[in-house]
């Protein structure tokens, strides 16, 4: 995996911390690549009508050392953007467009998440996952079905998983939990006041915490053992919207893809449940 992380990405992934004046510089940058690689930071300035020092702290903010080595590390960049052109565009008007519009930016959140990921990382997750007794799945609101998930593939390889959709009985179950069981949490923000609860409690019992979430610095991020990174395009349309399934749903994906690899029991468990439920197709 390239882990150089994309001038793109770290806008993402950065843009629900980024002040309003400097979500005007990211807007800019996502929207119009091209244009701003051939701009002074005075002239940047000017299209975002913002100040020029808050360009240079938002390059500071995504990893850059100020405007010109953004403009490198993009213009470096600039062929894939080239072959991934998106507009912001979402009307029943113009479904086309915006049926491509919607694929391209799919597919962009999952190629983006994969190439967040550590090998090394995930195969210490997959440890973890193997020496556990059980594996709690916790989640709120919204997120809550990719948890459900997540336990539901689990359970399949016999798997001791668990995931409930009401948070007195999350924290009930992290009550329970031991030293060696892994908890997945799943959040957007990261900042989840009973979700970080849930994780605080399961910790002081000694169990491990994955993170799943769009953003490393958060105070979920912080108390986890290791974070499993999403990405997120969904800025591109609405501003409301920062966390979508697709990309969490496909790390949970891979972690079960990964798992059955490893011991020929547990596709034998799969097609048992398989063969148990096909009794209800017609």
Not at 148 to 177: N, P
Not at 185 to 212: N, P
Request: glycine residues 4%; hydrophobic residues 40%.
């Amino acid at each position: 995996m390239d882990n150089e992380m994309s001038v793109r990405n770290r806008i993402f992934l950065s843009y629900d911390s980024l002040y309003d004046a400097e979500k005007k510089v990211a807007d800019y940058l996502i929207q119009h690549p091209s244009e701003a690689i051939e701009m002074s930071v005075s002239e940047l300035s000017s299209h975002c009508d913002t100040s020029q020092a808050t360009i240079v702290r938002f390059c500071k903010k995504i990893g850059c050392k100020g405007f010109h080595h953004l403009k490198i590390k993009m213009a470096g960049e600039q062929q894939y953007q080239e072959d991934q052109v998106i507009s912001n565009e979402i009307s029943v008007e113009h479904m086309e467009e915006s049926i491509q519009n919607i694929m391209v930016s799919k597919v962009e959140e999952i190629k983006a998440t994969f190439q967040n990921l550590d090998p090394n990382q995930l195969k210490e997750i997959i440890q973890l996952v193997l020496d556990a007794d059980m594996i709690e799945f916790t989640a709120m609101g919204n997120t809550i079905p990719i948890a459900m998930d997540g336990a539901y593939k689990f359970k399949q390889m016999g798997f001791h998983a668990v995931c409930s959709i009401i948070w007195e009985d999350q924290e009930a179950i992290a009550r329970t939990l031991n030293p060696g069981d892994v908890v997945f949490a799943i959040s957007a923000s990261g900042a989840s006041r009973r979700l970080l609860k849930i994780v605080q409690i399961a910790k002081e019992r000694g169990a491990r915490i994955v993170a799943i979430t769009n953003h490393m610095h958060s105070p979920l991020a912080d108390l986890c053992d290791y974070i499993l990174l999403t990405a997120t395009r969904e800025h591109i349309f609405y501003n409301q919207i920062s966390f979508t399934r697709v990309a969490a749903m496909s790390l949970i994906d891979s972690l079960f893809l990964l798992l059955i690899s490893t011991k020929e029991d547990f596709f034998q468990k799969m097609a048992e449940h398989e063969e148990s439920v096909a009794e209800d197709k017609l």
